[in-house]
């Protein structure tokens, strides 16, 4: 049973842009991970997501036609009607933005770039973000890694969250996995 806050990642590219689909399967191939999307869960069967439609709340995410995906929790006790709170706020004040193609590409490029560099110098560097962002929405694991830098008051990552993907949030490891990709 689905508890508010979980977190759904799942694997789907409905993305009609050919470089954006490019980039994010080469970012994904790189970060060797399987999600590519990423939802919270906000109760009464919703999950708060943002794609290219911008932030907006929808039944079960691009799961449909037995696509994989897993689900995430949060180890310690949540707070539900806390994280309800702050699900709801957020939506609030995101919903009439445009969805962030900018922060996409941005953290996905940085990804690649800081793989390369890395591989190549043996070392480890973070790229930051490349593009600077316009007022928008924020892209799914952004939103995901936001709302819980709220409810925890203090970052979910060490992973900015303007460049975090959703299979860094998958590897974060004070989430328990529920349900791991088929």
Not at 47 to 74: C, D, H
Not at 125 to 140: R, V
């Amino acid at each position: 049973m689905l508890r508010v806050g979980d977190v759904i990642l799942c694997n789907y590219n409905i993305n009609k842009n050919k470089w954006i689909t490019k980039i994010l399967s080469l970012q994904q191939k790189i970060d060797d991970g399987k999600a590519t999307h990423a939802a919270i869960y906000t109760g009464n069967n919703q999950f708060l997501e943002s794609n290219w439609k911008g932030t907006q709340f929808v039944s079960m995410p691009y799961v449909e036609g037995g696509k994989s995906y897993a689900i995430l929790r949060w180890k310690e006790c949540i707070d539900e009607n806390k994280m309800h709170n702050i699900i709801t706020r957020y939506y609030q004040s995101h919903k009439y933005k445009g969805y962030s193609y900018l922060g996409l590409l941005s953290a996905g490029i940085s990804s690649i770039i800081t793989y390369m560099i890395n591989t190549l110098m043996l070392g480890k560097l973070e790229i930051k973000p490349i593009f600077i962002k316009e007022e928008e929405a924020p892209f799914c694991s952004e939103l995901v890694a936001e709302i819980y830098e709220e409810y925890l008051e203090s970052p979910l990552s060490k992973i900015k969250n303007d460049v975090i993907t959703p299979n860094d949030i998958y590897r974060i490891k004070r989430f328990i996995i529920i349900q791991d990709f088929a």
